[in-house]
Nanobody, 124 residues
């Protein structure tokens, strides 16, 4: 499975972005999908995950109520709507595909495929 993330950019604090991740080369609906991010000098961290059907989601506490993950299985795409951006959201955002459930994805278990990342920069 190949994953291609897009939609990052430079935005002012309080603004919004919509990240997209297009998948190819596999059966998209078989996979848990999610987003992780890595800020400069920090470890990569879980942001959001979504089940194969889209019926279950999970978010990091730091982004809950501001970020929304969704997926379109017909279009092989997962999205991350990012609202009310804060400078601390500045990071490279990676999409990933996994097989161990949303709970497993949240702690890094069962992640099989990674995209290359898209940079989100939030100015204050």
């Amino acid at each position: 499975v190949q994953l291609q993330a897009s939609g990052g950019g430079l935005v002012q604090a309080g603004g919004s972005l919509r990240l997209s991740c297009a998948a190819s080369g596999g059966t998209f609906s078989n996979y848990i999908m999610g987003w992780l991010r890595q800020a400069r000098g920090k470890e990569r961290e879980f942001v959001a995950g979504i089940s194969q059907s889209g019926g279950a989601t999970s978010y990091a506490d730091s982004v809950k109520d501001r970020f929304i993950i969704s997926r379109n299985n017909a279009g092989n795409t997962v999205y991350l709507q990012i609202n009310n951006l804060k400078p601390e959201d500045t990071a490279v955002y990676y999409c990933a595909a996994g097989t161990a459930g949303v709970s497993g994805f949240r702690v890094g278990v069962g992640i099989k495929y990674w995209g290359k990342g898209t940079l989100v920069t939030v100015s204050s």
